[in-house]
């Protein structure tokens, strides 16, 4: 079975500072892995995803994961944290199967980011 | 293009009654997927369509939860009858289905039930 732990429901950082979501995963067989950001009232919105390439994976709005097989991790970063990344986001984790790409979410981490 | 889109966007309800919700994947898309997001929870999936056929729907309350694609395009999930542990966020999603590792949603119906 796969799972994907996100570490912290609720994170905060000053505006400028340095993002940092944690997310760690389980998984029997090769994962995808991925980012979604969940404005309220929307829906959720593809950041990045991780598919066996590159480990380093940068997404839209200056977001990058890096994936780390020796620690079952896919954290999400992003520099400088702006006002307009107030969000939850959410990790997610998939492998192929017979029917295709079965998502499986986390829980979510809520970041607030203040001035 | 245009996205993924869901009507209503937000239900309330009593328990035992019934609601139905609809989604139009975007032009193109074969694969279309239902979603319940509970407060405080990631989205599960309820269903997934492949065209018309179902290709999941291993965590789909079948005594009261029914979903159907019938002419491969929109799709309506019903839930009858509904209860309070109902209330969540419900999202459709659809892909290519040579590209099922990237999901478009749209916005949600939120359902509250009384």
């Known amino acids: 079975a796969q799972s994907v732990t996100q570490l912290g429901s609720h994170v905060s950082v000053s505006e400028g500072a340095l993002v940092l979501l944690r997310c760690n995963y389980s998984?029997?067989?090769?994962?995808?892995l991925f980012w979604y950001v969940q404005y309220p009232n929307q829906g959720l919105q593809l950041l990045l995803k991780?598919?066996?390439?590159?480990?380093l994976v940068k997404g839209i709005n200056g977001f990058e994961a890096e994936f780390k097989k020796s620690e079952t991790s896919f954290h999400l970063t992003k520099p400088s944290a702006h006002m307009s990344d107030a969000a939850e986001y959410f990790c997610?984790?998939?492998?192929?199967?017979?029917?295709?790409?079965?998502?499986?979410f986390g829980t979510g981490t809520q970041l607030k980011v203040e001035l | 293009e245009a996205g993924v889109a869901q009507s209503p966007r937000y239900k309330i309800i009593e328990k035992r009654q019934s609601v139905a919700f609809w989604c139009n994947p975007i032009?193109?898309?074969?694969?279309l997927y239902w979603y319940q997001q509970i407060l405080g929870q990631g989205p599960k999936l309820l269903i997934q369509?492949?065209?018309?056929?179902?290709?999941?729907d291993s965590q789909l309350p079948k005594d009261r939860f029914s979903a159907e694609r019938l002419k491969g395009v929109d799709s309506t999930l019903k839930i009858q009858p509904a209860k309070l542990e109902d209330s969540a966020v419900y999202l459709c999603?659809?892909?290519?289905?040579?590209?099922?590792?990237?999901?478009?949603f749209g916005p949600g119906t939120r359902l509250t039930v009384l």
């Open positions: 999603a659809s892909s290519l289905a040579s590209r099922q590792d990237t999901q478009y």
């Open positions: 998984s029997s067989v090769p994962p995808y």
């Open positions: 991780y598919t066996s390439a590159a480990t």
């Open positions: 997610a984790v998939s492998f192929r199967t017979g029917g295709g790409n079965k998502l499986t």
């Open positions: 032009s193109g898309h074969a694969t």
């Open positions: 369509f492949q065209n018309n056929g179902v290709v999941d």
